[in-house]
């Protein structure tokens, strides 16, 4: 009888053992699947390394892997599957976004802003990515990108009711700042529908988080000479202009957006027309000096008497003289093109509407 027993024990144990034998990394791998969709990480977890074990090296798995160590709150644990799922697949923009998310929850913001600045390059339309570094840049306090990025998330198509409640006073102002934005140059423009639209966003950004549009307006006031002095200084990275005309643009974008009055929305537009008329004559005088280096005399002339009226122009604005055929002309050909695309960058109906 004991023989019996023994040898039934013992062919349990082989046939148990060659069960598990049996399974395979792809069977671990779909087992791991099935744990992680019902929310079980923990026996997810166990399955995604069992079929790693066996040699399951695809950069999914620990991308999974990753995300199941994320919702238990295993962070460092997230970060070096994230990190193993790109070495091994670095162009699968996903891998990036969970990586950045994790560093934000250990509150690395820095390496946060770093992976959503990559999801932002291969994926310039993607909005989240930019709600997303956002909020990385108002928790380090630099409020003025925030509100950039905001911005920008907001006009690629995010959609404000899936801001989360509970974020910093500060940071909420800063998503609020371009909502405000649009609303008081839509009004001066005129356009009764996208203001009605911003409103109601406002309303109800500002109503879930407890902010009142008073303190929105006293962030804005306080804030937007910053965030176009930011966003200038991004425009002009790298070019060589001339440091006045970087003020004198600042300056009238900044007047019209702390107070947007026919008369600063004229400025804009006459400084528009003479960032213009100062790149026309330019080129009329450069045109001029090589028809005249070529020897083309009649073409040269005919240059100059092109170019007279919109120095007359100029002057008349400015008092600045550059004379038909001068040769101390500017040669900053950013200027004009930078002022337009400052205003896009603002405020897309404004610059439609110069």
Same mark, same amino acid.
């Given at each position: 009888m004991k023989k019996i027993v023994v040898v039934a024990i013992f062919l349990f144990i082989v046939v148990v053992s060659g069960a598990f034998g049996q399974t395979t990394a792809d069977e671990w791998y779909k087992k791991a699947d099935e744990y992680r969709k019902i929310g079980d990480y923990k026996n997810a977890i166990t399955s995604y390394s069992e079929a790693i074990k066996q040699n399951y090296s695809k950069a999914a798995i620990y991308r999974y892997r990753g995300e199941c160590y994320f919702e238990i709150k295993n962070y460092n644990a997230a970060i070096a599957d994230y990190n193993t799922a790109i070495e091994k697949a670095p162009n699968v923009t996903p891998f990036y976004i969970f990586r950045a998310n994790t560093y934000y929850q250990i509150k690395n913001y820095d390496a946060a802003i770093a992976d959503f600045t990559t999801v932002i390059d291969k994926m310039p339309n993607f909005s989240d990515a930019y709600i997303s570094r956002g909020d990385s840049y108002g928790a380090k306090g630099i409020y003025l990108k925030a509100v950039a990025d905001y911005k920008t998330g907001i006009e690629k198509g995010y959609d404000p009711d899936k801001f989360e409640v509970g974020k910093p006073k500060n940071i909420v102002m800063s998503f609020c700042m371009p909502l405000y934005m649009e609303i008081i140059v839509n009004h001066f423009l005129g356009k009764s529908d996208i203001v009605t639209k911003y409103e109601n966003l406002l309303k109800t950004i500002c109503d879930k988080n407890k902010v009142t549009r008073a303190e929105i307006e006293a962030f804005y006031r306080d804030n937007i000479r910053g965030l176009i002095a930011v966003v200038v200084d991004e425009e002009f990275k790298g070019k060589e202009v001339r440091a006045s005309t970087k003020v004198e643009i600042q300056k009238v974008i900044s007047d019209f957006f702390i107070s947007p009055t026919q008369s600063n929305f004229n400025a804009l537009k006459t400084e528009k027309e003479i960032l213009m008329l100062r790149k026309e004559i330019n080129d009329y005088n450069m045109a001029f000096f090589i028809s005249a280096g070529m020897g083309k005399r009649?073409?040269? #002339?005919? !240059? !100059?008497?092109?170019?007279? /009226?919109?120095?007359?122009?100029?002057?008349? !604005?400015?008092? #600045?003289?550059?004379? /038909?055929?001068?040769?101390?002309?500017?040669?900053?050909?950013?200027?004009?093109?930078?002022?337009s695309h400052i205003l896009s960058l603002l405020n897309y109906e404004l610059a439609n509407n110069m």
């Open positions: 009649s073409e040269a #002339e005919t !240059l !100059l008497k092109e170019v007279t /009226p919109l120095s007359d122009r100029l002057k008349s !604005l400015t008092g #600045e003289v550059i004379k /038909p055929g001068d040769q101390n002309f500017f040669r900053e050909e950013y200027e004009y093109s930078s002022f």
